[in-house]
């Protein structure tokens, strides 16, 4: 089982009609992401963490792309950029991987578009029915990581966070 926590605080607009999000930190395997300080609303955080799940769900499809790139043994610096570039810099995956059925930013492990996690960098690759990798950068010590994550409790994370903005 994963070890995680998630720690959210939301508030109402003074008029009552917004629900913002003021801080949202998850706490997954020692890795922290997102943000205190930074305010969202909280529609945006909730579709963003739809299209988060919805994209793991379109990973499946893919699944043998990922494997052939990611079961090499290769270090979690190289796969970051790996995704980096494909994400941020090419817009594509590099051609001598061959084709791959998503896109590159189908891989972003974080909430996109949303002020709260602008200033982290994670992706998430499903390999099986059942596993995944998470690759990021500990801001604690710098170092890449790469870690095996259940499928299910990845997304559990984040349909535990949901859950929190939308009470």
């Not at 943000?35 to 499946?60: H, T």
């Not at 270090?75 to 590159?104: I, M, R, T």
């Not at 990845?154 to 903005?165: G, M, S």
Request: charged share 20%; with cysteine.
């Amino acid at each position: 089982m994963m070890k995680n926590h998630i720690d959210i605080s939301t508030r109402k607009s003074s008029d009552g009609r917004c629900i913002f999000v003021d801080r949202m930190l998850i706490f997954i395997e020692g890795l922290i992401f997102g943000g205190e300080d930074l305010a969202s609303l909280s529609g945006l955080m909730v579709g963003a963490i739809d299209d988060l799940i919805s994209n793991i769900e379109r990973q499946k499809n893919n699944i043998n792309f990922a494997k052939n790139i990611f079961d090499k043994n290769l270090s979690p610096v190289y796969f970051f950029q790996l995704l980096h570039n494909a994400c941020w810099v090419e817009g594509d995956w590099p051609k001598c991987f061959g084709d791959s059925a998503v896109a590159p930013d189908v891989y972003c492990a974080l909430p996109s578009g949303t002020e709260i996690f602008d200033a982290n960098e994670a992706y998430f690759v499903v390999v099986s029915s059942v596993e995944g990798i998470l690759f990021a950068k500990n801001n604690a010590d710098n170092d890449f990581v790469a870690l095996r994550i259940n499928v299910f409790d990845y997304v559990r994370v984040w349909e535990q966070a949901r859950a929190k903005i939308i009470l």
